[in-house]
């Protein structure tokens, strides 16, 4: 069992920036990526920032050259920096650890609303 808490969240002007945290404990050592996806109101979840177990990246086209994810293994924690944000940025971020085997795991979500 991986247990995933994310913090970070909050209400931002656009063009700010916002830093989500995944705290990961449990069985971490099965892991192979870590995720952030997002659930904006209506829309379905979407995947929006990856990194590997070997450190490779992956982005959203919308993420891309704004959100920079991260990890520190001392820590356990993944990172989501998030630049230049936009209202279109708003939703519920979903920290996500995805195993060697088995079903994912989730965190509880942090709430991102970015609106002047």
Do not use: H
């Not at 990961?24 to 995720?35: D, E, L, N, Q, Y």
């Not at 979407?46 to 959100?67: C, H, N």
């Amino acid at each position: 069992q991986v247990q995933l808490v994310e913090s970070g969240g909050g209400l931002v002007q656009p063009g700010e920036s916002l830093r989500l945290s995944c705290a990961a404990s449990g069985s971490i050592v099965s892991i192979r990526a870590m995720c952030w996806y997002r659930q904006a109101p209506g829309k379905q979840r979407e995947l929006v920032a990856a990194i590997a177990k070997a450190g490779t990246t992956t982005y959203a086209d919308s993420a891309k050259g704004r959100f920079t994810i991260s990890r520190d293994n001392a820590k356990n924690t993944v990172y989501l920096q998030m630049n230049s944000l936009k209202p279109e940025d708003t939703a519920v971020y979903y920290c996500n650890a995805l195993p060697s085997l088995g079903p994912a795991y989730w965190g509880q979500g942090t709430q991102v609303t970015v609106s002047s």
